[in-house]
């Protein structure tokens, strides 16, 4: 049975007055997530990924995010587990080679917090 993976890119975002784009840069930034295994939880991230951002606070229609993973540099820190998660069984990333998502809508949920809906591939 094939699982889903969701990832979540949280943004920080402060006040900006004006709309740009802007690149994440890996050094500063990371892609990682946590998944229960049994009784205890698993620590992973992807160490390959790109994202860039349009945000203007004043007008959400025109703010987007788009994010793409490389599936193939997941790390568990388990090499075995991360073979079994590159294959067919799970990411398949002979075929995947990328995990994308693509924003369609920006919401304020609050001060200085947003909602993201869009297309995940």
Do not use: C, W
């Not at 994440?24 to 992807?46: A, C, L, M, Y």
């Not at 007008?59 to 790390?75: E, R």
Request: no cysteine; charged share 30%; proline share 1%.
């Amino acid at each position: 049975m094939k699982k889903s993976f969701l990832i979540l890119t949280v943004l920080v975002l402060t006040s900006f007055s004006y709309a740009s784009e802007y690149k994440v840069d890996p050094v500063h930034s990371g892609v990682g997530f946590q998944i229960r295994h049994f009784v205890s939880k698993v620590n992973g991230e992807f160490r390959e990924y790109q994202s860039t951002f349009n945000f203007d606070e004043k007008n959400l229609k025109s703010s987007n995010v788009s994010f793409t993973v490389d599936t193939k540099s997941i790390d568990t820190r388990n090499e075995k587990r991360d073979e079994h998660l590159r294959s067919a069984d799970f990411f398949d990333v002979e075929k995947f080679s990328t995990a994308s998502f693509h924003s369609k809508k920006i919401t304020s949920s609050g001060k200085n917090k947003y909602k993201l809906a869009g297309d995940f591939t």
